[in-house]
């Protein structure tokens, strides 16, 4: 299990609004509890030592909350200033996170359980020697909150490439993966992307993917809360 993870809190939630008028989108309750917090707690029981948070904007509601915080240890990456995007997060703490892959992770990203821990079945499944990313993905059709055609095929040895123009792809990715910092080498930009070094990746058949055993949540838009905590309740009988 990588000892560290960057887990992005710092999006404007343009899509949540009403309820992210005076809440950041991490902060959110789903099923009881901030959707920062689920993501921290899946962290936590997996073994994460830090996690790094990034924080624009409600930013001082985050940073308040993740002060209470005992497990995993929490730093913040404060991007008030100017809001970098997910690669441009990574790189400004890349010094922190070290040299070793690490964890990345949406805020927004929830799942029922399966019967194995995914976090652990994903850092079970990583070879640094085949790969510069792996990603956790999730069945398009069984998922909660799908509201596009989907990421990625992926092939019988897991190797993923992106959903061509104009197709329904199968896999959707779960917003939590592992990575290597190596793949930032030379990058120079203060604010860009994270999904065409994923892309990148994946044209040189170095993107993987972990099928998610379990129930993947996408909570994106006010209607999926209601959406998602219907879900959690099923899953609970």
Do not use: C
């Amino acid at each position: 299990m990588p000892d560290k993870a960057m887990v992005f809190a710092a999006g404007l939630g343009t899509r949540m609004r009403p309820l992210t008028d005076v809440t950041p989108k991490p902060m959110i309750p789903v099923g009881g509890k901030p959707m920062l917090d689920h993501m921290l707690d899946r962290l936590a029981e997996a073994g994460v030592a830090t996690a790094i948070v990034n924080v624009h904007y409600l930013a001082d509601q985050i940073d308040a909350h993740v002060a209470k915080r005992a497990k995993p240890r929490i730093v913040v990456s404060d991007e008030r200033a100017k809001l970098l995007d997910q690669g441009g997060g990574i790189l400004k703490v890349l010094p922190q996170l070290g040299d070793a892959p690490f964890l990345m992770a949406n805020t927004d990203a929830l799942w029922i359980e399966g019967p194995v821990n995914n976090l652990a079945r994903l850092a079970q499944a990583w070879d640094g020697d085949r790969m510069d990313a792996l990603l956790l993905v999730a069945p398009s059709a069984t998922s909660i909150g799908v509201d596009w055609s989907g990421d990625f095929l992926m092939d019988a040895e897991g190797r993923l490439t992106k959903r061509p123009e104009r197709e329904v792809a199968p896999f959707v990715y779960t917003g939590v993966g592992i990575i290597k910092p190596q793949v930032f080498a030379g990058e120079t930009r203060e604010v860009f992307r994270l999904a065409p070094i994923l892309f990148d990746a994946a044209a040189k058949g170095r993107l993987h993917g972990v099928r998610l055993e379990g129930q993947w949540l996408h909570v994106g838009t006010p209607e999926a809360v209601g959406e998602a905590e219907q879900a959690l309740a099923r899953s609970a009988l």
